[in-house]
T-cell receptor
Framework: DAGVIQSPRHEVTEMGQEVTLRCKPI?????LFWYRQTMMRGLELLIY????????DSGMPEDRFSAKMPNASFSTLKIQPSEPRDSAVYFC??????????????FGPGTRLTVL | AQTVTQSQPEMSVQEAETVTLSCTYD???????LFWYKQPPSRQMILVIR??????QNATENRFSVNFQKAAKSFSLKISDSQLGDTAMYFC???????????FGTGTLLAVQP
């Protein structure tokens, strides 16, 4: 398996522009997570899905952020409009069904976003 | 709410020596999991080791082992025979309750010196 795939790996945009980050989870995994990593706030969970349904979006910073999972093999994180403070590395991770037990989260390589 | 604290922002160790990274956490959950992740300069998050809270035996993975003190809510990582490739940021993480949410500490930057 190719692992979790994220695109683009790097994104540079100007303030006010729309940004879309993409993620393809590992086939067969039921959970998908979006994390953001910054120097100030460290690694924080933004949102996660189970079977394509958003379960917890309490980490989404504000209405400018939205995430979708239209099918089991694709998810997007959209920022509109983008601001310089959104500059960060965004990670996508997936894990198999938990069923109340632990399952390892497999991380993608991340997307480094720079908003000028 | 659960919290994870790593009090060592940076550490340095000589190659072949042993180093211990500290982590404490706070939770009211009884069933949970603890993890150490490694993030090298490539940025990739790599799971190093995990510990189930209900297991008393400390987890071990080759040169990596943990000291899990449940009552003290402490979860330290010991790296034996440090190698240059161990140079990375190390994150302690918690997962508990009915969710799969990972809560990360702020990380410890480990430098292995030749």
């Amino acid at each position: 398996d190719a692992g979790v795939i994220q695109s683009p790996r790097h994104e540079v945009t100007e303030m006010g522009q729309e940004v879309t980050l993409r993620c393809k989870p590992i086939s067969g995994h039921d959970y998908l997570f979006w994390y953001r990593q910054t120097m100030m706030r460290g690694l924080e969970l933004l949102i996660y899905f189970n079977n394509n349904v958003p379960i917890d979006d309490s980490g989404m910073p504000e209405d400018r952020f939205s995430a979708k999972m239209p099918n089991a093999s694709f998810s997007t994180l959209k920022i509109q409009p983008s601001e310089p403070r959104d500059s960060a590395v965004y990670f996508c991770a997936s894990s198999p069904i938990a069923g109340g037990q632990y399952n390892e989260q497999f991380f993608g390589p991340g997307t480094r976003l720079t908003v000028l | 709410a659960q919290t994870v604290t790593q009090s060592q922002p940076e550490m340095s160790v000589q190659e072949a020596e042993t180093v211990t990274l500290s982590c404490t956490y706070d939770t009211s959950e009884n069933n949970y999991y603890l993890f150490w992740y490694k993030q090298p300069p490539s940025r990739q998050m790599i799971l190093v080791i995990r510990q189930e809270a209900y297991k008393q035996q400390n987890a071990t993975e080759n040169r990596f082992s943990v000291n899990f003190q449940k009552a003290a809510k402490s979860f330290s990582l010991k790296i034996s025979d440090s190698q240059l490739g161990d140079t990375a940021m190390y994150f302690c993480a918690f997962m508990g309750g009915a969710t799969n949410k990972l809560i990360f500490g702020t990380g410890t930057l480990l430098a292995v010196q030749p």
